[in-house]
């Protein structure tokens, strides 16, 4: 199992940038699917959460600004970010939890740099 998150980079703020989590060896569809965000010296934050069944959830820092959408027929689960300020910079990782075996997969990160 593998999972690839993409689409970071360095943007200005007030701007936006969509990642992306791709998986190979699982099916998305059985698995709740959620963004955590890592700035250095930080714990690791849940962001947003989207289920098997497409219910979503955000933490309040990024209600209004992100959106958490899910393909399954690519297999990939997007995060839309927009308005990002710059306490948005930190690593972004995507977790797969498979809501059969209840078995946890991540991705590595992708760096996000919000400059103000």
């Known amino acids: 199992v593998q999972l690839q998150a993409s689409g970071g980079g360095l943007v200005q703020a007030g701007g936006s940038l969509r990642l992306s989590c791709t998986a190979s060896g699982i099916s998305f569809s059985t698995n709740h699917i959620t963004w955590y965000r890592q700035a250095p010296g930080n714990q690791r934050d849940l962001v947003a959460v989207?289920?098997?069944?497409?219910?979503?959830n955000y933490a309040d820092s990024v209600k209004g600004r992100f959106t958490i959408s899910r393909d399954d027929a690519k297999n990939t689960v997007y995060l839309q970010m927009n308005s990002l300020k710059p306490e948005d910079t930190a690593v972004y990782y995507c977790k797969a939890t498979d809501v059969i075996r209840w078995n946890d997969y991540w991705g590595q990160g992708t760096q996000v740099t919000v400059s103000s």
């Open positions: 989207i289920s098997s069944g497409d219910s979503t």
